[in-house]
Nanobody, 125 residues
């Protein structure tokens, strides 16, 4: 069992930055691939970023590539999403998720077994 708690969301102006954190409790955090997803009002949940179990492999959605970076600290059992040059279209609830996988590539959304409660990110224009 893994519990995930996101933090770091808030209100920021266009062009600003935020760093989201996702703290995991439970055992064997390093055996989980982690994902970041987001859901805007009236829209479906969408993939944002993937980071493999070691942190050596990442993948980011085209819409955030070059602006967002996923990292992880397996000692602190925490995964991060650094978000720079934020745009109003980045406004959404952001979720982290854990998948028991050693894959170095993006894991299908159905493989994610644990989800956080989400943190709101609002970007004003």
């Amino acid at each position: 069992q893994v519990q995930l708690v996101e933090s770091g969301g808030g209100l920021v102006q266009t062009g600003g930055s935020l760093r989201l954190s996702c703290a995991a409790s439970g055992r064997d955090f390093s055996r989980y691939a982690m994902g970041w997803f987001r859901q805007a009002p009236g829209k479906e949940r969408e993939f944002v970023a993937f980071i493999n179990w070691s942190g050596a492999s990442t993948n980011h959605a085209d819409s955030v590539k070059g602006r967002f970076t996923a990292t992880r600290d397996n000692v602190k059992n925490t995964v991060y999403l650094q978000m720079n040059n934020l745009k109003p279209e980045d406004t959404a609830v952001y979720y982290c998720a854990a998948a028991p996988s050693y894959s170095n590539y993006v894991v299908p959304v159905g493989r994610y077994e644990y989800w956080g409660q989400g943190t709101q990110v609002t970007v004003s224009s």
